[in-house]
């Protein structure tokens, strides 16, 4: 467990890291509960126990339905109301570009009246930027515990905008590669990039109407996160713009994935048309080699001293003659 107790005068007042079960833990969770006006805490937790989470939810106050979905990864991005505690879910992203991968992780913010708790699945830790930030901008402390959720949302939404670039990077590769003169089959990459984007779609778009039902909230509330209004609604446009960019991703994969397969059918006739115009250039000698070869008695030209020199050159005439029709044709 890590804490950090921050005041409006300062940036940061005091950091603690250490587990649940250590006397230092303790006196910070003690101190959590005795808070002066104007001071709030922030707690972050990394892939903790149901034990522990159970722990700090008696020191915290936090519902047992909380505690469960803190506990159990795999939830889709979400926002509840628990009594005075909002609760927040959410999916962090990062593109490996080495395995043109998107992986994902999760994290669960509480906020209090005065602290958050954050849990974190995965691992990418939004948390340590979100903190550079908030000591780099001491004025967004005004906010309260809104401020830690309004930065970890900024740098989480960064990371998606990101990420979009990158993938959208690896898409225009794939496309000149779709498109060039080679003939080489890029389908089982379109696919893969393909479930990339979709795993992408899955952890933005939901975030979409829970930023929008978090604006609403807002709005309606006065106090310090009524005034930090203003900030979150840029991280919400930020987020639809993100939003539209993963779409617009799926989309032109799509078709890619539609030209490379029309690309795969072209090259096919064109393999067709060859095999279908060499049969043909070898159905003549073969049709005149074929007729001679049955050896009949009564059979012209075959005691004519030009008999097998005609016929050869027969063969020769013909073929040379279909291939060049072909070749004019653009089968060959």
Not at 204 to 233: C, I, M, T, W
Not at 309 to 314: D, F, K, Q
Request: charged share 25%; net charge negative; with cysteine.
């Amino acid at each position: 467990m890590e804490c950090v107790v921050y005041t409006k005068e300062r940036a940061q007042s005091d950091t603690v890291d250490c587990d649940l079960e250590d006397e230092a833990c303790q006196l910070v969770l003690k101190r959590l509960r005795g808070l002066d006006e104007g001071e709030f805490g922030w707690v972050r937790l990394v892939d903790p126990s149901e034990e522990e989470l159970v722990q700090l939810a008696d020191d915290l106050g936090l519902h047992p339905l909380a505690v469960e979905d803190a506990v159990q990864a795999h939830q889709r991005p979400k926002r509840e109301r628990f009594g005075d505690v909002l609760a927040v879910a959410l999916k962090t992203l990062w593109y490996v570009e080495e395995d043109t991968a998107v992986e994902t992780g999760e994290m669960m913010l509480f906020v209090g009246p005065h602290y958050v708790l954050t849990v974190r699945h995965g691992t990418v830790d939004p948390c340590a930027e979100a903190a550079r930030r908030l000591a780099a901008d001491p004025s967004m402390l005004r906010f309260g515990p809104w401020a830690v959720l309004h930065a970890v949302l900024d740098v989480v939404v960064d990371a998606y905008s990101e990420a979009a670039g990158k993938v959208r990077a690896a898409l225009n590769r794939l496309e000149d590669e779709v498109f060039s003169s080679s003939r080489v089959d890029h389908t089982e990459n379109i696919y893969s990039l393909k479930r990339e984007v979709r795993e992408f779609r899955d952890a933005v778009q939901p975030l979409v109407p829970v930023l929008h039902g978090l604006l609403n909230g807002l709005d309606e509330e006065d106090g310090p996160s009524a005034k930090a209004l203003p900030y979150f609604r840029d991280v919400a446009d930020q987020l639809h713009r993100t939003d539209i960019e993963v779409r617009t991703l799926d989309e032109l994969l799509n078709s890619v994935l539609d030209a490379q397969q029309a690309r795969v059918g072209t090259w096919q006739n064109d393999d067709m048309r060859r095999i279908s115009a060499w049969a043909a250039i070898f159905a003549i000698p073969t049709m005149v080699a074929g007729v001679y070869g049955m050896n009949f008695e009564h059979m012209p030209e075959l005691g004519w001293t030009f008999g097998y020199p005609l016929a050869v050159g027969l063969m020769a005439v013909a073929s040379g003659a279909l291939y060049r029709a072909f070749r004019r044709n653009g089968w060959l």
